[in-house]
């Protein structure tokens, strides 16, 4: 039987590297995600899970897999799994940190991007209905240079962000639970503010924490009201950090100039409200979508994997 069960294809450096280490794995091969039913009726004998995001591994998938001994998530999160329980049950769990930093960073920078200077909705008209040419006042944007960005989250994506939009020329705040060091303020040129400030003084607000209880739904519309009518949102962390519904009512009501989401909170639904708001832009979930990360986090995988087996060191246990 196999010892490693994938429960989505993965890059094919994965697979290559389980098979020179003569370890034996299946891979679901089904259409879309993977049911909870499916996972449970293919891991009795397995040792090894390596799941992406979007599997839910639970107590009932845990308890049907009594020889395992890693839960390796294709992914920096990991709020899909018990990861308590699966302590519980002295089963390892890892994730992929670090390695889509420069992904997720690019995305989110991009999407700032395209939100003040309307290139999507540009490129939405001239699919449509067209221009009739140049002129002064005509789809107008806003530059970044001269603009305040909060970054809400300075971690490895939180910094790599704040050094590319120092270069447009922004003025970089940021606020999380502890302050940054003094060194890593001084390499993102970033300045500490509480939640409430950054709020008020960001022009671009950037989402880039991790999901927690004390995060969930941290957006909300007491927040939102902080915010400056001509102020943009932009989240590529994870979709319940925000309250989606008073999103929604802010841009509905123009108290926010716009927003861009690549995460959602009933992922991968998104209320169909926000598919008709041009100042809106919708990803699907693409934030450390690149070749470059996809294939760093399959190595990590499985490189834990082949280390659970063979009882030697796993790298980046979370729990």
């Known amino acids: 039987m196999a010892k490693v069960y994938l429960s989505a294809k993965l890059p094919t450096v994965a697979t290559n590297l389980l098979q020179e280490?003569?370890?034996?794995?299946?891979?679901?091969?089904?259409?879309?995600?993977?049911?909870?039913?499916?996972?449970?009726?293919?891991i009795h004998d397995c040792q090894v899970l390596i799941t992406p995001l979007s599997t839910q591994v639970n107590k009932a998938v845990i308890d049907a897999a009594p020889q395992l001994k890693l839960i390796a998530n294709f992914g920096a999160g990991f709020n899909?799994?018990?990861?308590?329980?699966?302590?519980?049950?002295?089963?390892?769990?890892?994730?992929?940190?670090f390695v889509s930093s420069t992904a997720t960073a690019e995305v989110a920078c991009g999407l700032m991007i395209a939100l003040m200077r309307r290139i999507v909705e540009g490129d939405h008209r001239m699919r449509t209905i067209g221009f009739t040419g140049w002129a002064p006042l005509f789809f107008l944007g806003s530059e970044l240079a001269g603009k305040t960005l909060g970054i809400v989250g300075l971690g490895s994506i939180g910094q790599a962000v704040a050094k590319r939009m120092h270069a447009f020329n922004m003025k970089i705040i940021y606020t999380q639970r502890h302050q940054a060091s003094p060194a890593v303020e001084a390499a993102c040129s970033a300045d500490y503010v509480s939640l409430d400030e950054l709020f008020k003084q960001a022009d671009v607000i950037t989402?880039?924490?991790?999901?927690?209880?004390?995060?969930?739904?941290?957006?909300?519309?007491?927040?939102?009201a902080k915010m400056k009518k001509t102020a943009v949102l932009?989240?590529?962390?994870r979709g319940p950090v925000i309250n989606e519904a008073a999103v929604l009512t802010a841009l509905q009501k123009?108290?926010?100039?716009?927003a861009a989401l690549d995460v959602y909170e009933q992922e991968p639904e998104v209320d169909d409200q926000y598919k008709k708001l041009s100042n809106v832009i919708l990803t699907p979930h693409i934030g450390n979508a690149s070749?470059?990360?996809?294939?760093?986090?399959?190595k990590i995988v499985a490189n834990n994997a082949i280390a659970a087996i063979k009882g030697t060191a796993i790298k980046y246990i979370i729990n």
Do not use: W
């Open 21 to 42: 280490a003569g370890i034996g794995f299946a891979v679901y091969d089904g259409d879309g995600l993977i049911t909870t039913d499916e996972l449970i009726s293919h």
């Open 80 to 97: 899909n799994i018990d990861v308590k329980y699966a302590r519980e049950r002295g089963i390892d769990v890892t994730n992929t940190p």
């Open 207 to 224: 989402l880039h924490c991790p999901l927690t209880d004390e995060t969930h739904h941290m957006i909300d519309s007491a927040q939102l």
């Open 234 to 237: 932009i989240n590529c962390a």
């Open 254 to 258: 123009k108290d926010i100039a716009g």
């Open 291 to 298: 070749i470059e990360a996809r294939n760093a986090m399959g």
